[in-house]
């Protein structure tokens, strides 16, 4: 959590250090809402400082909530997942001009501060591990690690400010036995600030 405070601090340090000495450059903010693999919510938001037409970097947050059902022909059992990262990312911003109406595609990578709530019930299996009032069982992992973040998707520009694009953040934490890859899908509505 420390190297990462530290990551994000040099980073937002750098970009302001360049701001002053290059007024091409732009803050941006986004936001929006999407699902995860599992159907559950999930959302997103950034801050970002374009530092060439093809490349921006920036403060991201994800979250979201999903809840995945399974049988194994005994018992059933549902599974809850909350997730909340933190992280720093750099975008790569393809056929990017954000002066004409046209597609443009993205590609991303970062560092990430995650914490995970995982949590498995049955009300028939008894084995998990804590026994629940009514029967059945259940089992759970909680705590925060480090991860990467990959980001890749598609986006449009108005000849404005504004820009769309549906973005594909995959999360990868490290040292969860219980939870993998999180694949999520999001589509979110941007605003950069112009420079006077």
């Not at 750098?14 to 803050?27: I, S």
């Not at 936001?31 to 599992?38: A, C, P």
């Not at 028939?124 to 990467?148: A, I, K, R, W």
């Amino acid at each position: 959590m420390k190297k990462l405070i530290t990551l994000v601090g040099m980073l937002f340090f750098y970009l302001t250090a360049v701001g002053q000495n290059n007024q091409d450059e732009t803050f941006g903010i986004r936001g929006g809402l999407g699902t995860d693999i599992s159907g559950g919510l999930a959302y997103g938001l950034g801050f970002n400082y374009r530092l060439q037409p093809s490349m921006e970097m920036g403060l991201v947050i994800f979250g979201g909530k999903s809840t995945e059902t399974s049988d194994n022909g005994f018992n059933t059992y549902v599974e809850t997942t909350k997730v909340f990262v933190l992280g720093a990312q750099a975008n790569w911003l393809f056929n990017h001009y954000p002066d004409q109406a046209k597609l443009f595609f993205i590609a991303g990578t970062g560092l990430a501060f995650i914490n995970a709530d995982w949590e498995e019930r049955s009300d028939t299996d008894t084995s998990l591990g804590t026994p629940l009032p009514n029967g059945g069982s259940m089992q759970s992992e909680s705590g925060s690690t480090g991860g990467v973040i990959f980001d890749i998707g598609l986006g449009h520009t108005f000849k404005s400010p504004f820009d769309l694009r549906f973005e594909v953040p995959i999360i990868v934490p490290f040292g969860y036995e219980n939870i993998g890859v999180i694949p999520t899908f999001i589509f979110t509505a941007g605003y950069r600030f112009a420079k006077k």
